[in-house]
């Protein structure tokens, strides 16, 4: 009996030994940390895991060999890790390690209204335990929730590589973006593009929630203005005070950015200066198209006249301008016009070149020759004396309006303008000696008070202005301030 004993003995030993080793057991050892306090206290209250199986045969063989087969093989929980962590015990022994990780991101992802991303592994052991010390789906779910750490799918802006915000939506990162363009666009004109200056991209990725912002404090980030340093070129008048005016920067601010620049320093044109400058921290840059009609100017085709002077100047034909559509294509960069092109133009109306017949004889000394020539080329029509029972100061020549009136003799123009008391438009001529010629009821005048003019000068054009009947030039040449007849001195 007694060997039959030790023989049933041997073979459980070989058994428990062969359990010992297994991984199952040692996944079983780790269970005893979700046992009750009290079996706690009863197994670590040994020394070894021997000690308890000594013990048990010590007592029974037999009631120790059944008692263990049972430990390993029948089950009614699974015990959660988090990697090699235990942190719970579940009642579901059909759920799988795929489903419970399934089970967690969907609930982190509610919770934070974003996909989400577990960092560590979850792992199943399947165990035998009490009911005290089995947590329901629900519970496990929380515990795992707050004890796992997890990345949430976010949609990062970054500006020339640089990751600047994170959000939680594709669509929120592109609606901030369109709506910083928009700010930033010219709209009364037709829209070709709108892109930022720099290289801005929207990516997605996972990133710990703490890094998601809202979207109105992305805008602000992204929307802001920083300050940047630039160079200012000094020209014609500037001083430092000036300067500081312009820029709206602080005489002081401008001392500290230009290491020597002291107040009584002296500028010159072209000195560069640094300066502040405010500029928004996403560059919008817009192309526009503009369309619009612009005049074509006409050219001017001259007729040379080898008997006139070289001031002599005679329309022969009206010019008119034309017409033409145009369109531009504008870039902007945040709001200034940095850049135009034109892309298209249609003529509508071509223009109409003026003809013009022009003197090519030297103009002779701007100064009195001595002797006076016919100012019009006209016909007498009232000569110098009694006229109508007052004197006739001067001769009038009939001419068409427009007709040149040309100085009868070099001189200094002391008056070219309208005279009232009678003249219309009168041009009066200093020749010196006290001598002086008269030119009225010109239609308009071709000089000015002061002007020194050559003999045979256009100086006004024939009209009918002030106390006038008809088209003509008022001739008159006074000596010493009295009126002579002109004929007295006209060779």
Known sequence: MLKNVKNIAGIIKLNIKQIINSKKFKKTKIILLFLSKKAKRKIYSQKSLSCILKSALSFSVVITSIGITSIFTKNNAQAVFIDDKPVGIIDDIEITENQLSSNIVTKLAKENGVKAEIKEK???????????????????????????????DSYTVSVNGEKKVYLKSESEAYNLLEEIKESKTEKNEEVVSVSFVDDVKVTEEYTDSDNIISYDEAYDILNKNVIEKNIYT?????????????????????????????????????????????????????????????????????IENNEEYKTYRKVIKEGSEGEKSV????????????????????????????????????TPPKKATGTFKMPVNGVLTSGFGSRWGTTHKGIDLGAPAGTPVYAADGGVVTFAGWNSGGFGYLVKISHGNGLETYYAHNSSVAVSAGDRVYQGQIVSYVGSTGDSTGNHLHFEVREGGVAHNPFDYLR
């Open 234 to 302: 000094v020209v014609q008048g500037d001083t430092i005070e000036k300067i500081s005016d312009k820029t709206g920067i602080p005489l002081s601010e401008i001392f500290e950015l230009n290491e020597g620049l002291t107040e009584d320093t002296i500028l010159r044109p072209d000195d560069k200066i640094t300066i502040t400058e405010e500029t928004p921290f996403l560059s919008v840059k817009t192309v526009l198209k503009n369309s619009y009609i612009e005049e074509i100017p006409y050219e001017t085709e001259k």
């Open 327 to 362: 369109t531009d294509e504008i870039t902007y960069i945040n709001g200034k016009e940095s850049e135009r092109k034109t892309i298209k133009e249609t003529i509508i109306k071509e223009p109409s070149n003026e003809k013009v017949e022009v003197g090519t004889l030297q």
């Open 122 to 152: 979850i792992s199943l052991v399947p165990i035998i335990a009490s009911n005290s010390d089995i947590s329901t789906k629900y519970e496990i779910l929380n515990s795992v929730a707050n004890d796992i750490s997890y990345s949430v």
